[in-house]
């Protein structure tokens, strides 16, 4: 397991791997973030093999990608932090969560997922 220097560095990493997603180039989208998420392979390679079929899947219902944009950062005090990212497809756009955690000096990929739950992108309305 490899560590990455500072907060740079976590949404560098981030936005390669949107890049290479956008590109159609999944797996190596995740070979760039394997060596910081320590995940099981087998769940690894799981996350990997859903998501190639259901971006292969999706042309139809979502559109060509078209390209990615920078979202949001969340943070909780100084060892977690989120960057939020959505790719633009032709028709809709999904979400995509990377959620880096900080145990001493440097940081881990501690999750990654997406989703189409763009809705929850915007505040909610005062009560």
Not at 10 to 21: A, D, I, T
Not at 22 to 40: C, L, Q, S, T
Not at 58 to 83: A, T
Request: proline share 5%; with cysteine.
């Amino acid at each position: 397991m490899e560590y990455l220097p500072d907060e740079m560095a976590c949404v560098k990493l981030s936005g390669r791997f949107m890049r290479n997603v956008v590109e159609g180039e999944i797996e190596k989208a995740f070979d760039r973030v394997k060596p910081y998420f320590p995940i099981p392979q087998e769940q690894f390679a799981h996350l990997v093999s859903r998501t190639e079929s259901q971006l292969s899947g999706s042309e139809r219902d979502f559109g060509k990608m078209l390209e990615y944009k920078f979202v949001r950062e969340e943070r909780v005090k100084d060892f977690l932090i989120r960057f939020t990212f959505i790719i633009k497809h032709e028709l809709t756009v999904t979400r995509w969560k990377f959620l880096y955690y900080r145990p001493r000096d440097r940081w881990l990929l501690n999750s990654l997922y997406w989703d189409d739950q763009v809705e929850s992108l915007f505040a909610a309305p005062n009560s």
